[in-house]
């Protein structure tokens, strides 16, 4: 099968012009074929304050009422989005960006309230991605950029976080494609100790996770992000990548990120 690479970009590059221009030279220098997904919640919150809109959050997740949705569909699908796409384009990457409602790429269902009401927040499962039309974007030498808005196929668009679209488009496509999933965010990987930078655990398997959480080396945030990465490598993902955006041209050796496998 022919390789593709999927890489999500988190909001502290998509912040710093100067680090998404080169993380953007990075990602158009990177061969073969490759999906990028991105966020951009801190530059939704910062719009939505300035219309009035206060980010209203519950353990660190958004809740996302009709007007938080406007304010999230023209950051992510508009702004963050057509930005790149631009950027891309002028360093010689043909990309096009996406909505999970453009070409049907991606298909959520609303979250169903349970104890918190999230809104209008969409979840994926095994049938959401479109692996079709992606494949065809694909063959025909186009890059997707896919952002955080997704639709239910009944006109409702969706704020679905970016972390489980770039997973389910990987599990989706590894049918395919060879795929390797790439988390970039501003850490150089798993970190044996949080205050020391360069105290990267290269590699991680699966049977190593709870022995990682039991030490307290993988905590916080970092436990779902590396469920999920797990998940992805038994649903037939051919590995996951974390590592720091501004090391992109280290990706398939050694020195880049954390490596985990099944």
Do not use: W
Request: a negative charge; charged letters at 25%; hydrophobic letters at 45%.
């Amino acid at each position: 099968m022919k390789p593709l690479t999927i890489i999500k970009i988190g909001g502290n590059v998509i912040d710093n012009s100067e680090n998404l221009h080169q993380f953007l030279l990075d990602f158009t220098a990177l061969p073969g074929d490759k999906i990028l997904v991105h966020g951009g919640g801190k530059i939704a919150t910062e719009l939505g304050k300035s219309l009035g809109i206060e980010a209203k959050m519950v353990d660190g997740r958004r809740i996302t009422d009709i007007e938080t949705l406007r304010v999230v569909t023209m950051v992510y699908a508009g702004l963050i989005n057509k930005n790149m796409v631009a950027q891309l384009q002028a360093k010689g990457c043909n990309a096009i960006g996406l909505s999970g409602a453009d070409g049907n790429v991606i298909k959520a269902r609303k979250r169903a309230v349970k104890t918190i009401d999230y809104g209008y927040v969409g979840d994926l499962d095994e049938n959401s991605v479109n692996t079709t039309t992606l494949s065809s974007l694909l063959d025909g030498g186009l890059t997707p950029v896919l952002c955080a808005i997704t639709h239910d196929g009944d006109t409702q668009l969706l704020n679905t976080n970016a972390d489980t679209i770039a997973s389910a488009v990987a599990v989706a496509m590894a049918a395919h494609y060879e795929t390797i999933l790439v988390y970039c965010f501003e850490k150089k990987g798993v970190l044996k100790d949080v205050d020391i930078e360069d105290s990267v655990v290269r590699e991680i398997k699966a049977d190593d996770f709870e022995s990682l959480q039991a030490e307290g080396i993988v905590a916080g945030g970092m436990i779902p992000k590396l469920h999920n990465a797990f998940e992805a490598i038994k649903k037939g993902v051919s590995a996951v990548y974390i590592g720091k955006a501004d090391e992109l041209p280290m990706l398939g050796v050694r020195e880049f990120g954390t490596k985990l496998l099944a």
